[in-house]
């Protein structure tokens, strides 16, 4: 009778642990769906898997804590955003839809999710449970074991078949095959001859900028951006920071200080001198 209120009861600490974790987590999700770019996207989920991972250690589940931390959010979500940011999905790819119909079929997804998690806490909250003293009897390792590799095996092995699948599939995403030699530095340079086009090294980027990062293109001597100094992609997806405007006021109040100094220190002329001309007049 005892061990069964404990099932039942929360204490305060449990409390305060469950609602703030359990918000930031929600939070975490819905940052998910509704952020823009799909690493942000990634991040969230990252952030709600950790939380996740904590609320299996607090409930004695030591090995699903682990688990949840070493295997998804430190392997599968990094490979996640490893993707990401080799196949270069953006906000406006994931606008595009390329396969028909797959918005509805995401929000049957969605609805038929929704039932299955409203009847799994229905379930939870009106029939009655042991808690997890009697599936640690022997273990937490061991009755995950035993779970996985007799009641849950299936599921376990279609889990693992849908891992490889995704890993195999990232790699085909980022493979090129090439069909062509490749140009040498010579040939290229050749090429660039004979259609006049930028014949020395493209500059740098970010050089006479503030900064020298790839996303900032480079200024000319009259303060101008060139669109040399950054990646085609780049600006492309518009990614490049426009540091023109900045750069040129800068440059104005360099010049204007400029000034202001060199008509302070203008050298004067000498007073002994002009007096030695009245003189000699």
């Not at 699948?165 to 090439?178: N, S």
Request: aromatic share 8%.
């Amino acid at each position: 009778m005892t061990e069964q209120l404990a099932a039942y009861s929360t204490s305060t600490g449990e409390a305060v642990q469950f609602w703030i974790l359990g918000t930031i987590a929600v939070i975490g999700a819905l940052c998910t769906v509704f952020m823009k770019r799909a690493v942000h996207s990634a991040l969230s989920l990252a952030g709600t898997m950790i939380i996740l991972a904590v609320f299996y250690l607090a409930n004695g589940a030591y090995f699903l804590g682990v688990v949840q931390i070493i295997v998804y959010t430190g392997a599968i979500m990094m490979l996640f955003l490893f993707v990401v940011m080799l196949v270069g999905v953006t906000a406006a790819d994931s606008l595009k839809e390329t396969i028909k119909g797959q918005r509805w079929l995401a929000l049957l997804c969605g609805l038929g999710f929704g039932i299955l998690l409203m009847a799994g806490i229905g379930n939870a909250s009106l029939t009655e449970f042991n808690g997890i003293g009697q599936a640690n009897a022997n273990g937490n390792v061991e009755g995950i074991a035993a779970l996985l590799f007799t009641k849950y095996v299936f599921a376990f092995e279609i889990t693992g078949a849908l891992l490889i699948t995704a890993a195999v599939g990232a790699m085909v995403l980022t493979h090129r095959e090439r069909t062509e030699r490749a140009r040498t530095q010579r040939e290229m340079a050749e090429q660039r001859v004979r259609e006049g086009t930028y014949v020395p090294p493209l500059p740098a980027p970010g050089v006479y900028a503030r900064h020298n990062a790839v996303d900032i293109a480079g200024l000319l001597p009259d303060g101008t951006p060139s669109d040399l100094t950054v990646s085609k992609t780049l600006r492309e997806r518009g990614q490049v920071r426009d540091v023109s405007q900045e750069a040129l006021n800068d440059l104005r109040a360099l010049e204007q200080r400029a000034e202001e100094r060199l008509e302070r220190t203008a050298i004067e002329p000498f007073k002994g001198f002009e007096r030695s001309e009245e003189a000699s007049k």
